[in-house]
């Protein structure tokens, strides 16, 4: 790998050694770290030397002795951490593939009991896996979409990780209803500019509507978000009257960030006062 070979003796090729990555597409992968996760100063140097090394012990001969001796025995654990136990098994069988994804997978959990950052650069490999799949075969972009959505998608979630819940689940709509996936994706380009008109609007409303909260500092920020494909698809197959039809409209998201939980309920009470909720369309979370 690009460090590796820097920084190490050359390690040769496995036997089995799947197809090369360049330095750009390891350094992509890496830099996920710290665009999509908070990360402490002094964690950010080890999690990106091990997710560039990250599947060297598993696609050529590098040891976790030899990345130990070259970078540490923080670098070297995290590695031995994503590395997959049954790296030198490749039976094609559906069932072999699946034992062997659960053994991976508990390794990785045991693992990031002790240290969360195993799991933090396992979600940065499968969110680059993920944004590159286009250039798998349809089996294999189905079947790591399935177990992206059966696996990351809850883990992400029970983490707080949301913006990666959120490009997972929208990465496995693609792949895994890619039909009505593009059907929407089409009605949107067809509306962005409407949209874009829309959004400024409702951002500037709520501006104007709580400047009084913003004024004093009890608003952190507000953020508008347009609703992800995969909750629009939701909501369509959740109305079967509707399939036939056109598919919903996406609905803005207002994202009100309060300086704390008791201002939070003031502003939301303030938001009800002047918009009054509708009978069986609010969500309280």
């Given at each position: 790998?690009?460090?590796?070979?820097?920084?190490?003796?050359?390690?040769?090729?496995?036997?089995?050694?799947?197809?090369?990555?360049?330095?750009?597409?390891?350094?992509?992968?890496?830099?996920?770290?710290?665009?999509?996760?908070a990360l402490a100063p002094e964690d950010i140097f080890v999690m990106y030397i091990a997710a560039l090394l990250h599947d060297t012990v598993e696609d050529t001969s590098m040891t976790i002795s030899r990345i130990a001796t070259g970078f540490?025995?923080?670098?070297?654990?995290?590695?031995?951490?994503?590395?997959?136990?049954?790296?030198?098994?490749?039976?094609?069988?559906?069932?072999?593939?699946?034992?062997?994804?659960?053994?991976?997978?508990?390794?990785?959990?045991?693992?990031?009991?002790?240290?969360?950052?195993?799991?933090?650069?396992?979600?940065?490999?499968?969110?680059?896996?993920?944004?590159?799949?286009?250039?798998?075969?349809?089996?294999?972009?189905?079947?790591?979409?399935?177990?992206?959505?059966?696996?990351?998608?809850?883990?992400?979630?029970?983490?707080?990780?949301?913006?990666?819940?959120?490009?997972?689940?929208?990465?496995?709509?693609?792949?895994?209803?890619?039909?009505?996936?593009?059907?929407?994706?089409?009605?949107?380009?067809?509306?962005?500019?409407?949209?874009?008109?829309?959004?400024?609007?409702?951002?500037?409303?709520?501006?104007?509507?709580?400047?009084?909260?913003?004024?004093?500092?009890?608003?952190?920020?507000?953020?508008?978000?347009?609703?992800?494909?995969?909750?629009?698809?939701?909501?369509?197959?959740?109305?079967?009257?509707?399939?036939?039809?056109?598919?919903?409209?996406?609905?803005?998201?207002?994202?009100?960030?309060?300086?704390?939980?008791?201002?939070?309920?003031?502003?939301?009470?303030?938001?009800?006062?002047?918009?009054?909720?509708?009978?069986?369309?609010?969500?309280?979370?």
């Amino acid at each position: 790998d690009l460090l590796a070979r820097t920084l190490l003796p050359p390690a040769q090729p496995a036997p089995a050694e799947q197809v090369e990555e360049t330095p750009e597409a390891l350094e992509r992968r890496a830099r996920l770290l710290w665009h999509r996760v908070a990360l402490a100063p002094e964690d950010i140097f080890v999690m990106y030397i091990a997710a560039l090394l990250h599947d060297t012990v598993e696609d050529t001969s590098m040891t976790i002795s030899r990345i130990a001796t070259g970078f540490g025995p923080t670098v070297a654990s995290l590695v031995d951490g994503v590395t997959k136990v049954t790296s030198g098994a490749r039976s094609s069988s559906a069932g072999s593939r699946a034992s062997r994804s659960r053994q991976d997978l508990r390794k990785v959990l045991a693992r990031a009991a002790t240290d969360v950052r195993v799991l933090v650069i396992k979600f940065a490999d499968r969110m680059h896996n993920m944004r590159t799949l286009e250039h798998m075969p349809p089996n294999k972009q189905r079947r790591i979409a399935e177990e992206t959505r059966a696996v990351y998608v809850p883990l992400a979630e029970r983490l707080g990780i949301h913006i990666w819940k959120t490009e997972f689940e929208e990465l496995c709509c693609k792949y895994l209803n890619g039909y009505a996936f593009d059907l929407v994706a089409e009605q949107r380009a067809t509306s962005k500019a409407a949209r874009e008109r829309n959004l400024r609007y409702l951002r500037n409303y709520f501006g104007t509507l709580l400047i009084d909260f913003q004024a004093d500092g009890s608003i952190q920020y507000i953020q508008l978000l347009e609703e992800p494909i995969h909750t629009q698809l939701r909501r369509w197959s959740e109305r079967p009257t509707e399939l036939n039809g056109p598919p919903p409209v996406p609905i803005p998201r207002i994202k009100v960030v309060a300086r704390d939980r008791d201002m939070c309920w003031r502003i939301l009470g303030k938001i009800h006062q002047l918009l009054p909720p509708m009978p069986g369309k609010l969500r309280d979370y």
